[in-house]
């Protein structure tokens, strides 16, 4: 998808985004498609440097591998690395619809945002749990994403930061106040027991990794996350 249409007129949101960072790598692919088979639109990457964040994961190749495992996925691909920039064309290569950078890790945002956008692709911004919004409101209006970090980043399986719901209701409004229509996702801690008050708070993505690879019966916890969260959504509207 190289031509940057509306998402929202493609995908319906809440959505959730199962993270792969809790797949079991040795059947990758049967992970994935567990997952499409269930409904999921939107697959989440995370790529870990070991600098930015204090753990390694994986990258462009396993996005890659996931491109190949859900050829019509939306695949969003998190990048916690510093130096974003030098890595954009490598995960376009492999696949990636949507890269987001987060705003510590990249002093040239701004800069580097256009650069995933001239790639076609979609931009997002990500933030720490303990980094302010007011650090991301000039580079909103440039971005189709926010990836706002609900733990903090580096390790699946936390405890969801509660603090993070003003948060995203802070944004929302700022969203509305500024007639803008990024896609709000949050990220960490994500399971059946918070999906409800997450959606809405007014979140359109919820990543869950833990929550939907440690579950044996994936279509059930797919089905009831993607209950909640339209369950927390209607009482939005
Ligand atoms: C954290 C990652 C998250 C994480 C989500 O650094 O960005 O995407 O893997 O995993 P859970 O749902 O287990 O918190
Ligand atoms: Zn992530």
């Not at 076609?120 to 933030?127: D, E, K, P, R």
Request: glycine letters at 8%; one cysteine or more.
């Amino acid at each position: 998808m190289n031509i940057r249409h509306s998402l929202h007129e493609h995908y319906n949101f809440p959505a959730i985004a199962p993270s792969i960072l809790a797949a079991d790598y040795t059947k990758l692919g049967a992970e994935i498609e567990s997952c499409t088979k269930s409904g999921i639109k939107w697959i989440h990457c995370d790529v870990m440097d070991g600098h930015f964040v204090p753990n390694i994961s994986y990258g462009p190749m396993i996005v890659e591998a996931a491109r190949r495992s859900a050829p019509d996925a939306f695949l969003d691909t998190h990048l916690m690395i510093y130096n974003p920039a030098q890595y954009l064309e490598a995960f376009q290569k492999a696949g990636a619809n949507l890269i987001s950078i987060h705003a510590e890790a990249d002093p040239h945002a701004h800069r580097t945002l256009s650069a995933i956008k001239e790639l076609g692709l979609y931009a997002g911004i990500a933030i720490n749990p303990g980094t302010p919004l007011t650090q991301i409101e000039e580079l909103l209006p440039e971005v189709d994403l926010v990836c706002v970090m609900s733990v903090n980043p580096g390790f699946g399986g936390q405890k969801f930061i509660n603090g993070s719901i003003p948060k995203i209701q802070r944004l929302a409004a700022w969203r509305k106040q500024m007639g803008l229509n990024f896609l709000i996702e949050i990220d960490g801690g994500v399971g059946v027991d918070n999906a409800e008050m997450i959606a809405r708070a007014g979140t359109d993505v919820l990543v869950a990794g833990s929550s939907v690879f440690g579950a044996e019966d994936r279509q059930e916890r797919i089905q009831r996350l993607t209950q909640k969260c339209i369950i927390g959504s209607t009482d939005l509207a």
